[in-house]
């Protein structure tokens, strides 16, 4: 059985009339790297200030490590690496002399503090860096320095708020290849918090989608695009070069496709909808009937796909409660 390791039950807060976060259920695992996804503003960062403590919830609970945060902040943030979206260094100190303060802050003797910065300098790759200021370090390398500062007291969970956050692109490869690594080599469970789909997409074990305040779905990439897929279906775009007048030809062949749930068919074109995915099949069908394909497009389903499915569907209801003046929960 699963070892559920973060468990956010009925988790609200709300500052005036405003709910920035509403009624979250979420359960996190041992080990998995989880991808908490939605636009800026979403309630995001308000959730995982709920999850260290520092931040008290309207209402519901959130226990990480075995601990509630709201009654036992301490106990969290000893077995929680947190690592804000704008991280701070004493920029006329080096990377080495800040991560060994951090080091002796946890609780370390100078010289293990030392051989310890030292270590976490080399796991995230900045060892060739240590002895320079931070004030000269890009974002790239702050943000290494910020892992290597959320791993040095050795923590069960690591909370990574938008940590790609400018960073060039080659940097941001490098980064992600990084937690991925060290979530698996060290059992580390790490909720990345990001807006960046593609990201989210590279790493995450399980996506939870995050929209005014509402966590609206959750689930492996997989299993979420199994559940649209059932519900909306499989299209396929075919063109096709000129079908000369074979257009019911076609249609009269295609009709045979199981579960088909829409069929337009044009000169240069053809537009369908399955229950399952039947690309392969309709190519064939058509190809004995002689038509010349020149391209196939199918949906597949990928995380922005998914994503924009249920951020619009979030967006239909909101403009229907405002044109309405009926508020649903």
């Known amino acids: ?7 956010l039950t009925g988790l609200s807060k709300s500052y005036g009339p405003t709910k920035a976060v509403d009624a979250l259920d979420l359960t996190i695992y041992r080990g998995e790297i989880f991808g908490l996804l939605g636009p800026n503003g979403a309630g995001k960062t308000t959730s995982i200030l709920m999850m260290l403590g520092l931040t008290e919830p ?12 709201t009654r036992n902040p301490i106990a969290v943030k000893r077995k929680v690496g ?11 100190m080096t990377a080495l002399e800040n991560l060994t303060f951090i080091a002796e802050l946890n609780g370390l003797a100078r010289p293990q503090a030392r051989s310890h910065a030292q270590d976490m300098l080399h796991t995230v790759g900045l060892e060739q860096d240590m002895r320079k200021k931070t004030g000269a370090f890009s974002r ?5 320095l910020g892992l290597a500062e959320v791993l040095i007291k050795t923590p069960e969970v690591a909370i990574l ?3 790609t956050l400018g960073i060039d692109p080659k940097g941001v490869d490098e980064f992600l290849e990084l937690i991925k690594r ?3 080599e060290q059992n580390l469970t790490v909720l990345l918090s990001s807006h960046h789909l593609h990201q989210v997409q590279r790493v995450c074990d399980r996506v939870g989608i995050f929209v005014g305040g509402k966590l609206l779905t959750q689930g492996s990439i997989d299993s979420l695009a199994q559940g649209l897929q059932q519900k909306e279906g499989v299209t396929t775009q075919i063109s096709l070069e000129n079908s000369q007048g074979r257009s019911s030809q076609f249609e009269a062949a295609l009709q045979a496709l199981p579960g088909l749930r829409q069929l337009s068919v044009h000169e240069e074109h053809i537009e369908l909808k399955t229950e399952q995915d039947a690309t392969a ?13 020149i391209a196939v497009q199918r949906n597949d389903y990928a995380l922005d796909y998914i994503y924009n499915t249920y951020f619009e569907h979030r967006n239909t209801i909101n403009d229907h409660e405002k044109s309405t003046g009926i ?3």
């Not at 059985?1 to 468990?7: G, L």
């Not at 309207?58 to 945060?69: I, M, N």
């Not at 790239?140 to 290494?144: D, E, T, V």
């Open 161 to 163: 708020d938008e940590p």
């Open 140 to 144: 790239g390398m702050k943000q290494r």
């Open 281 to 293: 099949e309709a190519v064939r069908l058509l190809v004995q009937q002689g038509a010349n394909i």
């Open 1 to 7: 059985m699963k070892d559920p390791i973060i468990q």
């Open 182 to 184: 060290l979530s698996k």
């Open 82 to 92: 947190y690592l804000p979206d704008n991280v701070g260094f004493y920029p006329e």
């Open 327 to 329: 508020i649903t929960k």
């Open 58 to 69: 309207s209402s519901g609970t959130a226990y990480v490590c075995g601990h509630d945060a």
